[in-house]
């Protein structure tokens, strides 16, 4: 099966206000999407890093530091192409338990598969899919939030990023039965450095040496980062914005945000089976993106 995956989902209030001008009476995010959602739903599987939590039914946004985003970008992902998001990022709890509660609903509403927290105990462990009859386990998992410190209590609604954790789950998941696990990374600590921390380099090396994690994805740096390929697998660090309002603009301008932030990938990989019925990525390639912000279409260059 074939695999798409993109970096950072980030609603700022700019991007709210072109999609209300599309939308009329609510907000359309689907033309932003327009030009990438042929790449998008060409793939068996295709995964998004949604960062900015959605607004329960609208009465309420905030567009920064903290977010609650209209609710109708769950729409706009699912038009595009994408069967699943990973949600567990810094801002996931800006909008308190009701915000990841609205942002899970939402976007089981749209048929969308959500990895990284749970509105209950129940609903904790990976995202499923089975493209090409694969069975496929996505993990989702973030070092930081805004307003609280990690591991949060309850663990079910963001899923804290520790090594041994993510391992343990991983081993779970093959057990309960998954060929291939995907995990989503949202770290990046600073942010805006196009290399690797210590961090990221430790953790990505741990990860890809296990023999249960097969693909890492990572986003948080807000942009483009090093692929970092060891033990035959890929872990693809930083994807960089895909949608935002970063760098900036002359009403609201990201002083710190460098002109990279207006980049991103789609990442793309095939995957096979190898004689001994291990799932492994044979071929790996990406299309560079870019943000034009007089319309917040997502360019593939």
């Known amino acids: 099966f074939t695999l798409v995956a993109t970096g950072e989902l980030l609603i700022h209030e700019f991007v709210a206000d072109t999609a209300a001008l599309y939308g009329g009476d609510g907000f359309d995010f689907s033309p932003m999407f327009r030009r990438v959602r042929p790449i998008l739903a060409g793939a068996d599987l295709a995964l998004c890093h949604l960062e900015t ?38 801002h996931l709890l800006d909008g308190g338990e009701a915000g990841v509660v609205a ?5 089981d509403d749209a048929g969308v598969a959500v990895a990284g927290a749970a509105a209950d105990p129940t609903g904790v462990g990976p995202a499923w899919f089975s493209p090409g009859e694969v069975t496929v386990a996505h993990l989702s998992y973030t070092d930081t939030l805004n307003v609280a ?28 039965g998954a060929e291939f696990v995907v995990v989503s990374l949202h770290f990046g600590e600073p942010a805006y450095q196009t290399g690797l921390s210590a961090k990221q380099s430790a953790i990505a090396e741990r990860l890809l040496y296990s023999p249960k994690v097969d693909l890492v994805i990572g986003h948080g740096a807000h942009v483009i980062q090093p692929v970092v390929y060891q033990n035959g697998k890929y872990a693809v660090v930083g994807l960089g914005n895909f949608l935002s ?41 990406y299309v560079p993106t870019w943000v034009d912000r007089k319309t917040y279409e997502i360019v593939p260059l």
Not at 69 to 90: K, R
Not at 252 to 277: H, I, M, N, S
């Open 103 to 107: 942002t899970l609903n939402h976007l």
């Open 53 to 90: 939590p959605l607004s329960p039914d609208n009465s309420k946004f905030d567009f920064y530091p903290l977010f609650q985003v209209p609710f109708e970008l769950a729409t706009a992902i699912e038009g595009a192409g994408y069967d699943g998001c990973s949600v567990a990022s810094n």
């Open 149 to 176: 410190s990690l591991p949060f209590d309850p663990p079910w609604l963001v899923n804290n990023l520790e090594g041994d954790k993510i391992l343990t789950d991983a081993d779970n998941a093959v057990a309960d």
């Open 245 to 285: 309002n970063q760098p900036g603009d002359a009403r609201k301008r990201c002083t710190e945000c460098p002109p990279g932030t207006q980049d991103g990938l789609v990442a793309w990989f095939a995957v096979a089976e190898l004689p001994d019925g291990s799932f492994t990525v044979t071929d790996a390639g």
